[in-house]
């Protein structure tokens, strides 16, 4: 219990040093938490720096490119916080999602692109 100025001083000093460690903290654990949720830092931590060569690096652009048109799909032209947070957590879904399913999307883009070149051989065969 404070029962003079000198007390009062000294609980206030305390509460004030205490808010300042605590604003350190909270502002420390916001980085933290932002880093563990970049989609960078996201690819750099799940992929050795070897994956990051030849077909890997291609998968990997491609679900980047992939997740930043969703977010901006989302997001548009809003300032809204909650689209915000919303287009970014999607981002990251799609980038996981690519990630996770390279190799089925890769056999199916060289199919699409064989059928594509087969039906423009034919064209170029028929004239």
């Known amino acids: 219990m404070i029962t003079n100025a000198v007390e009062l001083k000294d609980a206030i000093q305390k509460l004030e040093s205490d808010r300042v460690v605590q604003v350190y903290l909270l502002k420390e654990e916001f980085e933290n938490a932002y880093d563990s949720i970049n989609p960078l830092n996201l690819?750099?931590?799940?992929?050795?720096?070897?994956?990051?060569?030849?077909?890997?690096?291609?998968?990997?652009?491609?679900?980047l490119a992939t997740?930043?048109?969703?977010?901006?799909?989302?997001i548009g032209k809003s300032d809204n916080p909650i689209r915000t947070m919303l287009g970014s957590a999607v981002q990251?879904?799609?980038?996981?999602?690519?990630?996770?399913?390279?190799?089925a999307i890769e056999i199916v883009g060289r199919t699409l692109l064989q059928l594509l070149l087969h039906k423009e051989k034919k064209k170029h065969d028929a004239v």
Request: glycine content about 12%.
């Open 43 to 63: 690819i750099k931590e799940n992929s050795p720096s070897t994956q990051f060569l030849g077909n890997n690096l291609i998968s990997t652009s491609v679900g």
């Open 67 to 74: 997740g930043y048109l969703i977010k901006k799909w989302i």
């Open 92 to 103: 990251i879904g799609a980038i996981n999602l690519v990630a996770k399913y390279q190799g």
